[in-house]
C-alpha cells in the first residue's frame, strides 16, 4: 500500500503542477490552449483528490486504505475526463460560432478582418 500511495502523491504533485503552470499562462487564441487552460482547475481538484488518496493510503489499515485509494483515484480520472469534455465542448461551439459569424458577416466584418479602414465599403452602411 505504501508504493501506491507514493505513486498516487506523485501522479498528484504532476498533475498540480500542470493545472499551476496553465493557469499561469496568458489566454491564448489557440484552441487547443485553450481547452488545457479550461482544464486546469478540474486538474488541480484531481490533485487535491489524489492527495487525500495518498494520505489514506499511508495512514489508514490496508482493507480500507485500498478501497477508499481505488475511489480518489478513479474520481481524480473522471474529474479531469469531465473537465476535459466540458472545456473541448465549449471550446468547439465558441469557433463554430466565430467561424458562423466571419461567413455570415459580410462587408467589412469578413473582407478585412473586422477593419474598416482598409475596406472600400462605408462602415456606417454596414451597421445600420
Known sequence: MFVAALVCLCAAAVTGALGAWFLTRPPSPDYVLRVLRAVAPTQLAAAAMLVAGAVIGFV?????????????????????????????????????????????????????????????????????
Open 60 to 128: 489508514a489499515p490496508a482493507p480500507t486504505s485500498t478501497l477508499l485509494l481505488i475511489l480518489c483515484v478513479l474520481g481524480a480520472v473522471g474529474t479531469v475526463a469531465a473537465g476535459c469534455w466540458q472545456a473541448a465542448k465549449a471550446v468547439a461551439l465558441t469557433q463554430a460560432r466565430a467561424q458562423a459569424d466571419r461567413q455570415a458577416g459580410g462587408g467589412c466584418a469578413s473582407e478585412s478582418g473586422g477593419g474598416c479602414a482598409t475596406c472600400t465599403l462605408s462602415c456606417s452602411d454596414q451597421k445600420g
